[in-house]
């Protein structure tokens, strides 16, 4: 965030009040709507905390058939684990599928990995809740590339706040943010140093803690926040979180303008 040192104290009030009310609140909740938890693992037994892995998933469709873009070492930890053990199960939000015969493309070098997705199976995700119940369909493509102190929105599902009311039952909560600063910008990605003494709190329904570590956040969609000149808010997928440093408190994120519109990923 901008260094309030330097702002009118007046607008940095108001700025933290709409940041806290409706307006904060549906920034924080945009990316959401276009992810899904992501897991894998062993099938529940009773009586058991499960042993599953996770990460997020986005839905985008540019026209055709919606397609799951995460992080490539996400499926890769799915792929050594199944070398192990073959009694595992892939899901994403509330749809069982098996992952493999479905990569469309995948580059270690970007972290990207594209699946293919049916209508049904995409609707399936949700049933009928508002968390990764839609696809993201960009009105145009490629995305604008970013530039160092552009502001965006991410979302996605923390291994940290899991929670298991049942043995046959996950809930996955969410972490988003609505507003944060790009730091610094390179060919293929940028990264997003927290500012965290300037987040405005707009909701917690389940009183977590501060969280201080964002594994399973690898896959959620990053959006370019821009104001056009009528105030008018536009929000642009323009990378997927691939990694987060402790040290540095600071996310990593890979472009998506690698991907094409067929999903295959270019290198």
């Known amino acids: 965030m901008a260094n309030e040192k330097k702002l009118d104290p007046k607008l940095v009030k108001e700025a933290k009040k709409a940041a806290a009310g409706p307006l904060g609140q549906e920034m924080a909740r945009f990316s959401l709507r276009f992810s899904s938890a992501l897991y894998f693992g062993k099938p529940p037994i009773k009586g058991s905390k499960p042993n599953i892995k996770n990460g997020t998933a986005t839905v985008i469709n540019f026209g055709n058939e919606p397609i799951i873009i995460t992080a490539q070492h996400v499926i890769q930890s799915y792929k050594d684990w199944l070398m192990k053990d073959k009694d595992l199960i892939f899901q994403i939000g509330n749809l069982k599928i098996d992952p493999l015969p479905r990569i469309i493309s995948e580059s270690k070098k970007h972290d990207l990995v594209t699946l293919r997705l049916t209508e049904k199976e995409r609707e399936e995700i949700a049933q009928g809740e508002e968390i990764g119940k839609f696809a ?132």
Not at 218 to 242: A, E, Q, R, Y
């Open 136 to 267: 993201y369909s960009p009105p145009s493509w490629p995305p604008d590339l970013p530039v160092e102190k552009d502001f965006i929105t991410f979302g996605g599902f923390p291994g940290t706040w899991r929670q298991y009311p049942a043995s046959n039952e996950i809930i996955f909560d969410t972490f988003s943010c609505g507003a944060e600063e790009i730091a610094s910008v390179s060919q293929d990605k940028f990264i997003v140093k927290f500012s965290r003494k300037d987040w405005v709190e707009s909701f917690n329904n389940h009183q977590h803690k501060k969280l201080c570590d964002l594994g399973g956040l690898s896959g959620s969609p990053c959006f370019l926040i821009k104001k056009l000149p009528s105030n008018i808010l536009t929000f642009s997928l323009i990378g997927i979180v691939f990694e987060f440093s402790k040290m540095a408190d600071a996310m990593y994120v890979t472009m998506v303008h690698y991907i094409n519109k067929n999903g295959v990923i270019d290198e």
